[in-house]
């Protein structure tokens, strides 16, 4: 009887901690909009994001043991857009970087790719979901020809507290994209390669 007791707790934990709870991280594109810029740079860009970096789906650690699991390219390509297009005249979401006729077609200057490393952690040990938040976006340019032009690196944090994140799991994951996207348009503004 103790060791059936035994291999229920150690199954149930295995299978609670085998899980993944889905958050969304996808931030609130009106704080990008209402940061104020200078006129956009008179040029059409576009954007790379591999199909498969945009299904693809990465598992921190959340609360109690927890995990999180979301989709960050999927998540924040709108954002992406957004401040590709604040900074630039027309944007355009390319399926292969090497399309050398839709490049050309939509006259597009620089191609940016983003590559995301997200974290997450929880001061909250009896929630699962993840307080803290870190999300680091690294952006590339090349111009038309396929020449690097450009390169940065920014990490957005985002911190909820627990009573905040019981209507919003996804909070801290939210404040930290928006703060990473925030940050790459304030670095595309300085910029003076474009």
Not at 23 to 35: A, C, E, G, H, Y
Not at 46 to 61: K, L, M, N
Not at 104 to 114: C, E, V
Not at 176 to 182: Q, R, V
Request: charged share 20%.
């Amino acid at each position: 009887m103790r060791q059936l007791a035994a291999f229920i707790i150690l199954a149930t934990t295995i299978i609670v901690s085998g899980c993944a709870h889905k958050i969304q991280i996808t931030p609130q594109l009106s704080s990008i909009r209402n940061i104020e810029v200078p006129a956009p740079v008179d040029k059409n860009v576009g954007y790379y994001i591999s199909a498969a970096d945009r299904e693809s789906a990465v598992i921190t650690p959340g609360g109690g043991g927890d995990k999180i699991t979301y989709a960050p390219y999927k998540e924040t390509e709108a954002a992406l857009n957004t401040v590709l297009g604040r900074a630039f005249g027309k944007v355009y979401a390319l399926r292969s970087p090497a399309d050398s006729d839709f490049i050309a077609a939509k006259d597009i200057s620089y191609i940016f790719t983003p590559r995301i490393t997200p974290n997450s952690s929880s001061s909250n040990i009896f929630t699962w979901f993840a307080t803290d938040f870190t999300f680091e976006l690294t952006c590339t340019a090349v111009d038309a020809m396929g020449n690097d032009v450009w390169e940065t690196s920014v990490t957005g944090t985002g911190h909820a507290d627990t009573s905040e994140m019981m209507k919003d799991f996804g909070l801290s994951g939210r404040r930290a994209t928006e703060d990473a996207y925030s940050r790459l348009l304030q670095e595309l503004i300085n910029a003076e390669v474009f």
